[in-house]
């Protein structure tokens, strides 16, 4: 398995590193939107929307749940638009976080079917965003996630004694969190040089806080799957799951970075 994650990663690491420093944002919004209507397929047998017509019907709702927000950005301010699709986003990963952690409980299958899209549209449009301002925008939270979830891994692999959630996923450990912590802040502060000179404590919390609430969206995913009783949410990419097991950690954090980096101005 392990051997067939990294032959995986290394196979889909360059090809999305190029795509994110070189596609143009509307071949990025045609490949992105299919991943979200993969992701949505997924989504939907995770709700127990399990039969081919519920499915399908779901991921019909997500295309217009998207449409909508394209002509609502058509109309009126395109950074109010993600701000507020970012601000849900937000709360929906707090709100995930108490989940995870005190809850657990079984959500009906509307509710289930709400969350997927709180998890999926608001990363679609401020990856787009980040792209379209700045390649390396979007390229950082990519490496910071990967960084933080390698380091988590390989941490919990090498370290893992105490289980940081064991009713969720019972492979990960306290001391993969510590690992994927450290990774993060290597990465963090490597990448300071990027912002302008006096941001740099603003710009290590926005990163950290990206990283952690990757953490959130992988554990919230897990919780998911278990309650739906698979191990991966799809076959897709060989050792590595679905589209949403490779996504996971994307949803959570990509939206946070948007509007920490906006919020302080670093948009036009």
Known sequence: MLKQRIITALVMLPVVVLLVLFAPTAWLGVLFSALTL????????????????????????????CAAVVLAGLTWS??????????????????????ITAWRT????????????LTLIPPLFAAL????????????????IWAADSGAYFAGRVF????????????????????????????TL????????GNALPFILICMLTGWLSMVGDLSESLF???????????????????LDRIDS??????????????????R
């Open 38 to 65: 993969l992701a949505a397929w997924e989504w939907a047998a995770l709700s127990g929307y399990v039969r081919t017509g519920g499915r399908i019907l779901y991921c019909l709702l997500t295309a217009v749940w």
């Open 78 to 99: 395109w950074d109010g638009i993600l701000s507020s699709l970012c601000g849900m986003a937000i709360a929906w990963w707090l709100f995930a976080l108490i989940w």
């Open 106 to 117: 079984d959500f009906p299958r509307p509710c289930k079917a709400f969350s997927g899209w």
């Open 129 to 144: 965003a980040l792209q379209e301002q700045r390649p390396v925008l979007l390229l950082l939270p990519l490496v910071l």
């Open 160 to 187: 893992g004694r105490h289980k940081l959630a064991p009713a969720v996923s019972p492979g990960k450990t306290w001391e993969g969190v510590a690992g994927g912590t450290l990774s993060l802040l290597v990465v």
């Open 190 to 197: 490597l990448s300071v040089r990027l912002i302008p000179p």
């Open 225 to 243: 799957k278990r309650q739906a009783g698979v191990k991966d949410s799809g076959v897709l990419f060989p050792g590595h799951g679905g589209v």
């Open 250 to 267: 994307l949803t959570a954090a990509v939206p946070a970075f948007w509007l920490g980096v906006s919020l302080l101005g670093w948009l």
